[in-house]
């Protein structure tokens, strides 16, 4: 995925990619901040990029809010900790939750440097405003994150946050063929990815 954060920027405060994915996803809005689930959300470039960040950066990054979600990283480790493959790479690259397999040990929390996954403190379900039939939902216990819209890569579509956003700041493709939009675009740009020194190889980048 390649993030133009520069379009953001420029249609700021919009925020449809993360009501698309969170409507979709049935993902809960839980007005107390330690118990918040999230799977796409927005940062200062401070905390975003600690590892780049200074306070000589140019200006245009203080205050500008980058969009986060998991990075899928090619070295995942969270799928090291997890103990039971909830928490699994597809042969895709995309690393996936099975919900279902998971026991709520946090070990996956702990070892993304990210902040990409969220633990379920409490019934999910009450703070779901206006739940999505299609898709399920959780229960207490289990940690969630995005998932790169599996269910709808499936079946030809976009992902629901790239979809949304109707200013075209979201690309996603297939990093793998050297023809690809999302390759051609990296070529053609310089991007930042988040923490890189801890070898993670994340797959989400970021024009900036
Ligand atoms: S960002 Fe975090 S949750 Fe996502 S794959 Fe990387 S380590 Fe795992
Ligand atoms: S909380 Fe769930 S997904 Fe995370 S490491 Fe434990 S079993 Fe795996
Ligand atoms: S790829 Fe899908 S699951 Fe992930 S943040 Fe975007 S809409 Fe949400």
Redesign the pocket.
Known sequence: MVIDTRVCQKYAPCEDCIHACHHLHNVPQIPYKKHEVKWIWKDEFEHAFPDTAHEYANEVLHGREFLL?????EH????RVCPTQA?F?REDGI?MMDMHRCIGCRF?MA???????SFNWRDPRPFIKNPNPRYPTRMKGVVE??TFCTERLAEGKLPACAEACKHGAIVVGDLADPNSEINKILREHFTLR?KVHLG?G?SVFYII
Not at 69 to 73: E, K, P
Not at 111 to 117: D, F, K, L, M, V
Request: with cysteine.
């Open positions: 979600l998991c990075n899928h990283c995942p480790p969270c799928v928490t790479k690393v996956c070892a993304c440097p990210y902040g990409s996954r994150k995005c988040r993670t994340p």
